[in-house]
């Protein structure tokens, strides 16, 4: 059967060959690429300090400074969450800890978490640096804007740090921002806090546009010969499709945060209805507080995806160059990323069930966000079926995509408990929720990351990271994280709702107190593990095993550059020339159980390769 | 751009199936710079979009009445209250300036540095005369009418958030376009898309086809402004 | 081995403390068991999901574990497994879907027997406000909320005459008879939640949403926020008591309806000369107004 589709294939690709090769050459070679279509990009070679490192073009470098500064927004984010379960777990040990600031820390945990570590991370971090070199590329199209894009992200990153220190402190209206609270008094930090916050916001929007705007131009319109779309790996294709969804999505944020700006400085009535304050009215007439929640998850359900698709994909390679087996289902993990990044679009209210909007939507959303289950459980089953007669090197990049394959599947079947809108019903805003999420696009895309850095730390720095020291880091970081967030559903049936800064002694929430104090300490114990994570990372970067050339023993393009780690301008004389896709691991009749993806197929005559 | 053979590439749908296939580009002889501009205009267009479609439906949901723009918008011509005139005027303009436009995108392709460099100039006081325009409309609601963004003595107070916010908006996005259209030009008239001069801030070197993608703004400017036309002053 | 024993105890853990759990839900008291089966179906589905693949992974890990010089199997696609995966959670994606809309069918449609009642939320707390002998509650707007009129009632609407103000964090409710909750807020965004009653939905200013459900055990309840409104939220209880028909018509007799909360705020207005302003946006108007006529 697929012996037949196999032949059919090839058949049509020798047609092809003959038309493309109308120009008369390489109508027997079974070596043929196009010729290039493009001249050589023309580059801006830094020569000072400056220019090299700091206002720097080269999208590697770019790359590096988006991640080091998201990781730092990051570490900001893991204190909070900190002081956060101690409140929660020990809530008489540190009488500082109010209110306000116990909802200060929520609001900037979330919002920093999501938008200033995972989203600049996967797109402007891992984007940057893997982009032009997976798709065989000497640097993103436009280099100047992609400088930009991080120094405006970097703006944005210290306007939101600024509204620590400002009078009335950072906002504290809770991540998802909904007026009227938000620009109320009685929300801590409706002053400036939640100023900065949006002006941040809008930043950010600016800043990633540039940004994404290259991401998308450079997969488009600059792969090298031979790269295909369907020859690229699916990291790149889920950076892609996330990339596409965050320049139609965040245009949604981008106007929410416009007119919340408008409506707390100039007092207009975008969201505002009429509100009654200590008796008297206050100036807004006749605004929709719901239309902000259409605004605000037209952007943030996309950005779930934002975050879930390129994890998506870094993880499917990783799983394929460490089990040393081609991807499962190359063009349905294709597809299913194009189709949930599609999807995506039309699931939005699924977060305002119990919003008040007509409940009739109920229905639509609840269909469409189950149809949504199928492509992405689909994706799942290719991953295991990646490993299934694989050859799996349990190393600590494989860990993590093991521990990604456990919360992802736990945390998207919980996402069908709150996506079918009648059980979502006792559910929403209770701790099921925050469990649901943190399994879900909290712990499973860091598990992607921590794998990425694993993998790819010999790439950037030449030197291999500590193996035991990973372990370590990956046994308490899983192993943790899944005993915070596991028992924590059950917080949420017994019906605790979230955003609640004391449980308070209501009679079937005193039994909960045990369980607080143990994800408290779980949480402390996780916390504290990624410092070994650090400590590996400073140290492996001077004593580390120098890694050589493709220590991995991987097919794509970024492992293959003439030198590691790669310099500006990436491939030295000559752009590579690709001809198959990035999963030829054990190919039978191949010498190697890999054939890199420059490898011609007369070089390889005896393999028989399935798909190219 | 070299493109090689990329006539010979079949057309039709079969041809964009196979662009899509294959290697190196999707969107086969397209500069970067205009696909980017595409890509950014779609962008773009969801913004405007989410600022419309919010419009539309606090418009349907609000209780006090709204008002009626033919009276809000009327301008005084010899004493008798003319509906709409300003706004025909700018209209008017502006289509007229996408005209200018096309016709020095025309000649920037025929390498016409002259022609080209007037078209690009005219172009950009078409737009600055819609910008003077647009301030004058706004100070005429503002001083004479008393509309604010928080109240106006026409109804619904939201009609002047809305008005302010997206004309005003899409007045940034027209500013923010005659800038670069007298940058433009002078880049022209100086020759640099002729001698290819590198730029001074991206140091890449200069193309007509930057005009081009200039025009492609531009164009969605005023097609974007059709539609505020559409929604606030005919509705 | 090691890793495989690891994964596999997370997955035996999670079984276990799924059965043997002390942190369930509380018991019901309402109709909505509807909602209790649904969610226990999904467990049954989706956790069986969540066991099989992770078994599957396991014995992966186990069995595939790298050997030099072996070969994994070259084998990109496989068309008919992957069809048949894709029915197979088709069937178990419709199998979940099917019974949640006809739930929540039922949650959205008020039993026309339903007693109206409406919640009103503001920073931070609760009150109510119930029909009087017609039934009906008059209507309202939040506009004109002021001390003399504390719920912002059309004094015209004679359906509002008889209707009875709870100014009070207590609500009392009939056993076994449905009630239709209306919500109104009178500031920002809260959640009239009881978690015994599985139901919840959103007070929104500037509109009245509803929902239903019929209280089927007598008790006391606690009313939790489930919308986040700011710094008290958390604190933002209030409490539901189910009870039979003499003990709730007792109550409900002690409480005051509109025409005798004005009439005694009338003979208290003589003393106290206060006078509420409403509306300060109507005098900014006023004064663009002026501005205009001075000209
Ligand atoms: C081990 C690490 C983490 C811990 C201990 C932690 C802990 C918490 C806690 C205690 C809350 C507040 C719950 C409440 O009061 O309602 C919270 C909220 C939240 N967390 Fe985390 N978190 C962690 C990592 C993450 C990550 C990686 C993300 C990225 C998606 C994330 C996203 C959020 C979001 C979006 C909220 C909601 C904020 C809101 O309610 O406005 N967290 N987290
Ligand atoms: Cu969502
Ligand atoms: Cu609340």
Known sequence: MSDELNINKKRKNQIKTKSSAASGRGETDIDYVRPAELPEQDLYHGHSFITKWIFCQDAKVIGVQYTLTAVFTGVVGLILSWMMRMQLGFPDLFPFLTAETYYQMVTMHGMIMVVYLLTALFLGGFGNYLIPLMVGARDMVFPYVNMISFWMFFVAVVVLMASFFVPGGPTGSGWTLYPPQAILEGTPGSGYGILLMLISLSLFVIGFTMGGLNYVITILQARTRGMSLMRMPLTIWGIFTATVLALLAFPALLVSSIMMTLDKVLETSFFMPTIIKAGEALSYDGGSPILFQHLFWFFGHPEVYIVALPAFGIVSDLISVHSRKNIFGYRMMVWAIVGIGALSFFVWAHHMYVSGMSPWFGFFFATTTLIIAVPTALKVYNWILTLWRGNIRINTVMLFCLGFIVTFVNGGITGIFLGNVAVDVPLSDTYFVIAHFHMVMGIAPLMVIFGAIYHWFPLVTGRLMDEKLGKWHFWVTFLGAYSIYFPMHYLGFIGVPRRYFEMYDSPYMTSAVGMNEFISVAAFIVGAAQFIFFYNLVKSLRLGKPAGKNPWKANSLEWLTPDVPPTHGNWGEKLPVVHRWAYDYGVPGAKEDYIPQTTAPSEVKDAEVEKT | MSDLNLDKLPGGFKGMSEDIGSDQTTFKGVNWGKAMMWIFLLSDTFVFSCFLVAYMKVRASVVEPWPYPSEVFALEMMGVPVPLLLIAIMTFVLITSSGTMALAVKYGYEKNRKMCGWFVLLTAIGGLTFVGMQAFEWSKLIFHDGVRPWANPFGAEQFGAFFFMITGFHGTHVSIGVIFLFIFARKVFRGDFDTGRRGYFTTMKSDYVAIEILGLYWHFVDLVWVFIFAFFYLW | ?295
């Open chain 3, 1 to 295: 081995m090691f890793t495989g024993l690891l994964f596999l105890a997370v997955i035996i853990g999670s079984i276990v403390f799924h059965i043997w759990t002390p942190w369930w839900w509380t018991d019901i008291a309402s109709n909505w068991s509807a909602m209790d089966d649904t969610i226990i179906l999904s467990f049954w589905i989706g956790g069986g999901v969540f066991i099989l693949v992770c078994l599957f992974m396991v014995y992966c890990i186990f069995r595939y574990q790298y050997k030099e010089g072996r070969r994994s199997e070259y084998k990109p696609e496989d068309k008919k497994l992957e069809k048949g995966l894709t029915w197979l959670t088709t069937i178990g994606v419709v199998a979940l879907l099917a019974p949640g809309l006809v739930v929540w069918n039922n949650y959205i449609r008020v039993p026309d027997n339903a007693i109206q009642v409406e919640v009103m939320a503001w920073q931070w707390g609760w009150k109510y406000r119930l029909p009087g002998q017609d039934g009906k509650l008059g209507a309202s707007n939040n506009r004109i909320i002021s001390d003399d009129n504390p719920y912002g009632l059309n004094i015209d609407d004679p359906n509002g005459k008889d209707d009875v103000f709870v100014e009070s964090n207590e609500l009392h409710l009939l056993k076994d008879r449905p009630v239709k909750i209306l919500l109104r807020s009178i500031d920002v965004l809260h959640n009239f939640y009881v978690p015994q009653f599985r139901s919840k939905m959103d007070a929104v200013p500037g509109t009245i949403t509803y929902y239903w459900f019929e209280p089927n055990k007598n008790g006391e309840y606690e009313v939790l926020c489930a919308e986040y409104c700011g710094v008290a939220h958390y604190a933002m209880r209030g409490k539901v008591v189910v009870e039979d028909e003499e003990s709730y018509n007792k109550w409900l007799l002690e409480q005051e309806t509109f025409s005798s909360f004005t009439a005694k705020n009338r003979n208290n207005k003589l003393n106290k000369k206060k006078f509420v302003k409403i509306n300060n946006l109507s005098s900014n108007k006023n004064s663009i107004l002026k501005e205009q006529d001075v000209r």
